[in-house]
């Protein structure tokens, strides 16, 4: 949730060019709502833990993915920005044992 809220915010408050803002608020917009659909184990709008794991690892690897892209467009704050998120998200994803709860 950190990680999509400093996404949105980031890009437009350091003045970086309206792509990567647009970019930056619609990945730290889908990476938000993985975050709360994976609050609860039951009801309507959650995720079964097997789908969120595999959704945190490929939200890894997209926001790497367009780090790599921008890096590639040439603008290094974009690479920088979006690299260090994946690299994040990446790290929590991997040391999260992905199990449910039961109170």
Request: glycine content about 16%.
């Given at each position: 949730?950190?990680?999509?809220?400093?996404?949105?915010?980031?890009?437009?408050?350091?003045?970086m060019?309206?792509?990567?803002?647009?970019?930056?608020?619609?990945?730290?917009?889908?990476?938000?709502?993985?975050?709360?659909?994976?609050?609860?184990?039951?009801?309507?709008?959650?995720?079964?833990?097997?789908?969120?794991?595999?959704?945190?690892?490929?939200?890894?690897?997209?926001?790497?993915?367009?780090?790599?892209?921008?890096?590639?467009?040439?603008?290094?704050?974009?690479?920088l920005?979006?690299?260090?998120?994946?690299?994040?998200?990446?790290?929590?994803?991997?040391?999260?044992?992905?199990?449910?709860?039961?109170?």
């Amino acid at each position: 949730m950190a990680v999509g809220t400093l996404l949105m915010a980031l890009p437009l408050v350091t003045g970086m060019a309206p792509d990567v803002v647009v970019t930056g608020i619609f990945i730290g917009g889908l990476g938000m709502s993985l975050a709360i659909a994976g609050t609860g184990s039951q009801g309507r709008g959650t995720l079964p833990v097997s789908t969120q794991s595999v959704f945190d690892r490929g939200l890894a690897l997209g926001l790497l993915a367009v780090g790599v892209l921008y890096g590639i467009l040439g603008d290094p704050m974009a690479l920088l920005l979006f690299g260090a998120s994946g690299l994040a998200v990446l790290l929590v994803t991997v040391t999260t044992r992905y199990s449910v709860r039961t109170i």
